[in-house]
Nanobody, 125 residues
């Protein structure tokens, strides 16, 4: 299975974007999926994650209430709906998959087994 992230772009503060992470060659049914981001000159940080079967979600405090992670019914695509975007949301966004056996530190990118290429989100003020 390969992961392909898309949906980034240049928007103004307050706008919305929806990122997609599509699987090719298989499904994401059994994977815990995460979104991470890395801003210029900063370390990668956790954004959101969604579990496989239970659809449990977690968010970074910085995006809680503005971002929503979800899956499609076919379990081939994971989305990140980003509303009320702020300039500080500017970063390259990456999707990642944690395949069984799952790691316990779901906020830690090192726990994830597979990464998609990044998609750049730029929010102007």
């Amino acid at each position: 299975v390969q992961l392909q992230a898309s949906g980034g772009g240049l928007v103004q503060a307050g706008d919305s974007l929806r990122l997609s992470c599509a699987a090719s060659g298989g499904t994401l049914r059994s994977a815990v999926m995460g979104w991470f981001r890395q801003a210029p000159g900063k370390e990668r940080e956790f954004v959101a994650r969604i579990s496989g079967i239970g659809m449990m979600t977690h968010y970074a405090d910085s995006v809680k209430g503005r971002f929503t992670i979800s899956r499609d019914n076919a379990r081939t695509t994971v989305f990140l709906q980003m509303n009320s975007l702020k300039p500080e949301d500017t970063a390259v966004y990456y999707c990642a998959a944690d395949w069984p056996p799952y790691g316990s530190r779901w906020f830690d990118g090192d726990e994830y087994d597979q990464w998609g290429q990044g998609t750049l989100v730029t929010v102007s003020s």
